[in-house]
């Protein structure tokens, strides 16, 4: 069994090998506004280029069981509010909090475009081995 440690430095690469795949294809796409309402055509076929990196990602997090998207959740939760507010979160405490929460804690983590900065500031602030 991997440790959590190593599923979190798993997620930090494939994170970042997503944002970058957007940023390419932002700038394949000359992507700098999007008009949901009104979109022109570079924007659609923007939304429609595959994106294998960010498949790989999704499909990574859906193969974790819910106690690790927990505990992902919580890492992320901890780095973000120690970078934003300066705190250091309980660990426990915040897990308990986002276990109900599970449900939607896959799509939380994959929306972050900062979650290798968040899960690098809460592997430091939760001191994960």
């Known amino acids: 069994m991997k440790s959590k440690r190593a599923m979190l430095e798993k ?10 795949e957007e940023e390419r294809l932002k700038k394949k796409y000359k992507i700098y506004y999007i008009d949901f309402f009104n979109p022109k055509q570079n924007e659609l076929e923007w939304d429609k280029a595959p994106r ?11 193969s974790l ?4 998207i927990i505990y992902v959740a919580t890492v992320m939760y901890g780095g973000r509010d120690y970078l934003t507010y300066g705190e250091e979160e309980d660990f426990e405490g915040l897990y308990n909090y986002l276990k109900p929460r599970v449900k ?3 799509y939380s983590v994959m929306e972050k475009v900062p979650l290798p900065d968040y899960l690098r500031a809460g592997i430091k602030v ?3 081995k």
């Open 11 to 20: 997620i930090i690469k494939l994170a970042e090998a997503r944002n970058s």
């Open 104 to 106: 939607g804690l896959i």
């Open 126 to 128: 939760f001191k994960i």
């Open 52 to 62: 294998p990196k960010g498949a790989e990602f999704k499909e990574y997090l859906a």
């Open 65 to 68: 069981n819910e106690g690790d």
